[in-house]
C-alpha cells in the first residue's frame, strides 16, 4: 500500500511541522477563498455529533475549491466493524477494510470522529478504530476527535498565539494553565490530552490543575508533555492548589474529564466528583492571573464550567479559538490533499 501522510496525534507531528500548518492557518485568515483543491474531495465520517468539526470541515472543503461528503455510519451509512478477524454477526454491515478502500478510491482524504466506548480505558487508549481506518486507507486520515483531538489543538495554540504573540524561542516564557472543571458526567479526555501536549511542546509553561491524582491523565500523555517540557526548557507541574496554579497565568483553559481510575464506572465517578464543583472558572479566580486570556473547546455548560462573567468578559477567546478550527483544518487539508 503506498505509504501516506496521516493526522492522527500531534505526537507524530514536529513542533516546526505544526507551527507552520499554524501560520498557513493565519494566511488562510486573510486570503479565505482559494481554488487549491478544485476537484478533490474528502470524506468526513462522523460516528458521534458534530457542530463546529462538521462545520468547519464542510466550509473549510468548499472555501478550497473541494467536495465534502458526510457520512454517519449506523445511522445515513451502514455500521462498520472495525475490528479484525470478527465473525460479523452483529449489526455491523460492512468492515473498515473495504469501507477505507472504497473511499480511497472516490476520496483524496478520510476524516473520522469516533469517540471512546467509556468501557475499558485499557482498550480505548489504544486508538484502534482510526488507527484500523489508517492502516486500510491509501489517503491521508485526519483525525476529528478520538482519544486525542488534534485539530483543536492547532485551534488553540492559533488563538494563543494571535493574543500573546508567537514563541520567541524554544521556551515560550508565558504560564498556560489546564483546569479541570466538573460536569454532570464524566467526559472524553481527548482536548485535555491534546491541549497538555500541544502547550508543553510549544514551551509554554504549563500546570495542570486537578481536584484529585484520580484526574491526572493517561501516562502515553503525561509523559510526553514531561519530555516536551524538557526538551524546551518549560516548567510543567501538576497541583490541586487552585491558587497557586492561576497565580501569574497568561492563558487559562478549561476542560472537563473523567477520572480513568473508575473509567466505565460511571456512578462511582460521580461520587469522586461531586465536591469539586467549585473548580468551576469564575471572575475570582481570572483575577489571580496576569490578565490572562481564557478558552474552551466548546460546547460548555455556562455556569457548570465557567460563569457567565467569565464567558462574556474581553478575556475569553473561546470564539476566536471555535472560529481557528476553519482555518488550521483548511491548512491541514491543503498539506495533506495538495502536498
Request: with cysteine.
Amino acid at each position: 500500500m503506498t505509504s501516506v501522510r496521516h493526522f492522527l496525534t500531534t505526537l507524530d507531528w514536529s513542533r516546526d511541522e505544526l507551527q507552520q500548518l499554524i501560520d498557513e492557518a493565519g494566511r488562510l485568515r486573510s486570503d479565505p477563498i482559494r481554488d487549491d483543491l478544485r476537484g478533490k474531495s474528502i470524506a468526513l465520517m462522523f460516528l458521534n455529533p458534530s457542530l463546529r468539526t462538521r462545520s468547519s470541515f464542510e466550509i473549510g472543503a468548499y472555501q478550497l475549491g473541494a467536495h465534502a461528503v458526510v457520512l454517519e455510519p449506523g445511522k445515513a451509512a451502514w455500521g462498520i466493524e472495525f475490528e479484525p478477524g470478527v465473525v460479523m454477526d452483529g449489526e455491523a454491515e460492512e468492515h473498515i477494510c473495504e469501507v477505507a478502500g472504497v473511499l480511497s478510491r472516490y476520496c483524496d482524504a478520510i476524516a473520522l470522529r469516533a469517540f471512546p466506548l467509556f468501557q475499558d480505558w485499557s482498550q480505548d487508549r489504544q486508538d484502534r478504530v482510526i488507527r484500523a481506518l489508517a492502516e486500510h486507507a491509501s489517503v491521508p486520515v485526519i483525525n476529528m476527535e478520538t482519544i486525542v483531538h488534534p485539530c483543536q489543538e492547532l485551534a488553540m495554540m492559533r488563538t494563543l498565539q494571535d493574543h500573546l504573540g508567537p514563541p520567541e524561542g524554544t521556551r515560550f516564557g508565558k504560564k498556560f494553565v489546564l483546569t479541570w472543571t466538573w460536569h454532570p458526567k464524566p467526559l472524553n479526555t481527548a482536548v485535555a490530552n491534546s491541549a497538555l501536549m500541544a502547550a508543553t511542546q510549544f514551551g509554554l509553561d504549563t500546570t495542570l490543575l486537578i481536584p484529585d491524582d484520580a484526574y491526572r491523565l493517561d501516562p502515553q500523555f503525561m509523559e510526553a508533555a514531561q519530555r516536551y517540557a524538557e526538551a524546551t526548557g518549560a516548567d510543567f507541574e501538576v497541583t490541586s492548589d487552585i491558587e497557586s496554579a492561576y497565580a501569574g497565568a497568561h492563558f487559562v483553559y478549561a476542560k472537563s474529564w473523567g477520572a480513568l481510575p473508575m473509567y466505565g464506572q460511571p456512578d462511582e465517578e460521580a461520587k469522586l466528583r461531586a465536591p469539586f464543583r467549585h473548580f468551576r472558572v469564575d471572575e475570582a479566580k481570572m483575577a489571580m492571573t496576569q490578565r490572562a486570556r481564557f478558552s474552551h473547546c466548546l460546547p460548555l455548560r455556562r455556569n457548570i464550567k465557567a460563569t457567565d462573567g467569565v464567558m462574556d468578559a474581553d478575556y475569553c477567546v473561546a470564539i476566536d479559538e471555535a472560529e481557528n478550527r476553519l482555518h488550521v483544518q483548511k491548512a491541514l487539508m491543503l498539506k495533506l490533499m495538495n502536498p
